[in-house]
């Protein structure tokens, strides 16, 4: 007989006094702390792209209509496999974006030790003259972390955007990053009658927006749990694809960046006479 068994037919002799046995009593639960509530948030990460960063320096002195006639482009630029200083679609870009403005490209004499500076009819030498040399030159895309600011949620809407004031509050504090796309174009361009320094090129771009910038994420209440909503909000924007992989906005991005470096470097030429 199963020990259940015996305790039924135990009860039932006793006449049903196991009936009216109290049951052991359930001990109290511990105090816990209500569950944060999920949230959710239409979050609009437009204004975290298409930022722009221009440290570049010319020297006006130098720049005049001859300055970019013939460019002296450096073997390393043209032969650079190490695509940490140029990607080949980069170096294409930069060499389509100088000859489309006028400049005639000139590749590194193949003689040792001639002064490009003045021409001779020994091999090696060029005729006419290069008149500048961009050196040093750097032209990649990747991404990184860029501080942004995270609004105070508005209702259901939260505004994710670049820092544009050092003193606005942030949901998510100061130090607060997000992994976003850009390109960046490095160099020092020299002019060579005298080498003289007509720009040292720092440009930066950020990638544009993607077609749909807004997400709708479930996340705590911000002013309940920052911390947890702040971790929430980072890991939505960067496993959206749109967001975080490389696609055409990357090529937007290099337009943009070449368009500020050269510019200065193409004076428009003098208005006819009426």
Known sequence: MTLFARWWVSCVLLSGACAAAPRPATPPKPNQPAPTPKLAYQVDFRRVFGGHSSTSLYDFRVVDQTLMS??????????????????????????????????????APLAPGVDPRHPCPAGGCYIPAPTAVLRHARFVSSKDGVLVRVHPPDGDRVVVSLWDDPDAPSVCGAEYKLTVGFVELQGVLHRLLDGAVAANI??????????????????P????????????LRIAFETQRDFAFSDHRYDTAAHTVLNAA???LYPKPAAAPP
């Open 70 to 107: 013939r460019v002296l482009v450096e073997t390393e630029l043209l032969s650079n496999v190490d695509q940490k200083t140029m990607e080949p679609w980069l170096r294409r870009r930069l060499l389509e974006a100088m000859g489309g403005r006028g400049s005639m490209l000139v590749a």
């Open 202 to 219: 720092e440009e930066l771009a950020l990638v544009e927006p993607p077609p749909r910038p807004d997400l709708t994420v479930r996340a």
């Open 221 to 232: 209440d911000a002013t309940l749990d920052p911390a947890a909503f702040c971790s929430v």
């Open 262 to 264: 050269l510019l200065p």
